[in-house]
């Protein structure tokens, strides 16, 4: 008996070892790692500055890196580079090589404000019930609101509601008004 269970174990952690690349989970391999998503071979390098190469099996390549403030630099091997960058009060920029930035900032009770150079403004504020409220500079708003119950009410400012209730056994009941 014993010998059956050491060999169906032995047996088990042998299998083990060739399936996993078969099915693609992911295989570590010191700093290389294989994923097959979408029959999609992908390559993760690391170099000794901590920059990262992703490159798949078509040619495609992106690097990432990183440099002493912390800035985050996304180039691929097309020219297209993003930069994100994040100053001294925790606010970040994005922007790219094309000319796009967003900026995303925070104010001192926590609201955030996501702007872009196209003129588009995103703020969501949250009231001291931790009601939070979406809107933009075109006029929409969404809020929002948690009852006492943990009910959630979702609404927009054209009049579309939707509720998610839980009830005792936690199972959760989305409805539109």
Do not use: C, W
């Not at 078969?22 to 790692?33: H, K, L, S, T």
């Not at 495609?60 to 993003?82: L, M, P, S, V």
């Not at 001192?108 to 504020?125: L, M, Q």
């Amino acid at each position: 008996m014993k010998k059956i269970l050491l060999i169906l174990l032995a047996t088990q952690f042998a299998l083990a070892a060739q399936l996993t690349p078969i099915y693609g989970i992911n295989v570590i391999e010191d700093n290389d790692v294989y994923s097959m998503v979408n029959q999609k071979k992908m390559r993760v390098t690391k170099d000794i500055l901590g920059n990262f190469t992703v490159e798949d099996n078509q040619g495609n390549r992106k690097k990432i890196t990183k440099d002493i403030f912390d800035n985050i630099t996304i180039e691929d091997n097309n020219g297209k580079r993003t930069r994100v960058t994040k100053d001294i009060f925790d606010n970040i920029t994005i922007e790219d090589n094309n000319g796009k930035r967003t900026r995303v900032t925070k104010d001192i009770f926590d609201n955030i404000t996501i702007e872009g150079n196209d003129g588009k403004r995103t703020r969501v504020t949250k009231d001291i019930f931790g009601n939070i409220t979406i809107e933009d500079n075109d006029g929409k708003r969404t809020r929002v609101t948690k009852d006492i119950f943990g009910n959630i009410t979702i609404e927009g400012n054209e009049g579309n509601r939707t509720n998610v209730t839980k009830d005792i056994l936690d199972n959760l009941t989305i409805y539109d008004d």
